[in-house]
């Protein structure tokens, strides 16, 4: 099959359902189960029937709200009371031995949800703020802090600031994740993101790998904002040396990899990466020009170095309609006439998440952000 300049787009299907993994009857009537166990009066039944008859018709987060709701309906109309009850009928707190990656079950999101809604008032926010707090140690809590931070910020970042120094991770990660300014799937923040930075210097010497990850995506989410801030406070962090060497540079690749796919030069810079490397591209040549959906597009690259230096090298793939992205390569150390022969395979699947147009693409190589030579191929 043969493409013309013409072209569209095409999307994946799929069977695998988010919402329906997250939230279901077993997960529901689990939550059920653990609220009657220490509220005898709680009608798990109907509770149950009410929640799940609801689900094929809402979408995940209108699931989060519905259960919320549908917990308004069967516990105390007094919030201290109804609270309580949660509370108590929390699970164990998550593993406290792990470090990373133990994101809690989502079942308790409508918990967090709850708090916000019945709770977010000047006269509950100590009593919701510290439910919050034992929440996040089941289910992170980043989600409803958000609507106390803009409903009361001072009172809220007082708080965020005691949630930096506790002695769980989760509570730490709390604070920093929080008040990320572009927490995907979140509502924005009226504060401005200088106001979280005193909790951001506390948790960038923190020990645990969850929480100088939030750092680093905290940090990421400024730099679409301030760049000069993110490359400030990298460089006062590193001469402070209150982190070990090997997790600031985690830190700090993290935090930068916006910038650097932006060919930012201060961002290069800091990762010790020569915005103008002094090489040769002897070739950039594709295996095939013309590939069908489904298949991969390979290309080759050869190139010699005329000096010791750090490489990272990129591509960027912009399809027919001008829609550009950064692909990453490879990244490495090479000495003075060192020759480097690479060999990328770039699979052009169908994928929920990506949309593929047929037409013509171009792949540019690009090295420690400066961009070179250029190669076509067509998808078909």
């Known amino acids: 099959m043969s493409a ?23 997960k529901v009537d689990a939550l059920a189960i653990s609220i009657s166990r220490v509220y005898p009066d709680f009608e798990t039944s109907r509770f149950c029937k009410t929640v799940v008859k609801a689900f094929p018709d809402l979408e995940l987060k209108e699931r989060i709200v519905h259960i919320t709701a549908c917990l308004e309906d069967h516990l105390p109309k007094t919030f201290p009371k109804a609270v309580g009850i949660l509370l108590k009928a929390l699970p164990p707190e998550l593993d406290p031995s792990k ?6 079950d989502f079942i308790l999101a409508p918990v967090s949800h709850y708090v916000v809604r019945n ?9 919701s703020l510290n439910a919050l707090r034992e929440i996040t140690k089941r289910f992170s809590a980043e989600d409803a802090i958000r609507y106390f931070i803009n409903a009361f910020p001072e009172e809220s970042f007082a708080f965020l600031d005691e949630c930096s120094r506790d002695g769980n991770y989760h509570v730490r990660r709390l604070a920093s994740e929080g008040s990320r300014p572009r927490l995907p799937w979140s509502q924005k923040l009226v ?21 100088t990850r939030s750092v680093a995506n905290h940090l990421n989410d400024i730099s679409k904002l301030d760049s ?3 490359i400030t406070l990298l460089k006062r962090w590193k001469k402070q040396k209150r982190q070990s060497e090997n997790e600031l540079a985690f830190i700090t690749r993290h935090s930068l990899r916006t910038l650097v796919k932006e060919s930012n030069r201060d ?12 090489l040769t591209i002897e070739s950039l040549s594709a295996v095939v020009e013309e590939i069908a959906i489904g ?12 000096k010791a230096q750090k490489l990272l090298i990129d591509y960027v793939m912009e399809g027919p309609s001008g829609r550009a992205k950064v692909y990453k390569i490879k990244q490495l150390s090479v000495g003075k006439g060192e020759v480097v022969e690479l060999q990328k395979r770039h699979p052009m699947r169908l994928m929920t998440s990506r949309t593929l147009e047929t037409g013509t693409h171009k792949i540019t190589l690009q090295i420690n952000g400066k961009r070179f030579d250029a190669i076509e191929f067509v998808l078909s």
């Open 191 to 211: 504060t401005g993101f200088e106001k979280p930075l005193p909790i951001l210097e506390e948790l960038h010497k923190d020990p645990t790998r969850y929480v």
């Open 267 to 278: 961002a290069l810079k800091l990762l010790g990466f020569d915005p103008s490397p002094d």
């Open 119 to 127: 709770g977010c008032s000047e006269k509950h926010l100590s009593r």
């Open 295 to 306: 298949e991969s597009f390979e290309f080759l690259l050869r190139l010699v170095a005329n």
């Open 228 to 230: 000069a801030t993110v």
């Open 4 to 26: 013309d300049n013409s072209h569209y787009a095409m999307k994946a299907e799929s069977t695998f359902s988010l919402k329906d993994e997250l939230f279901n009857a077993e």
């Open 99 to 104: 470090t990373d990656d133990d994101f809690g």
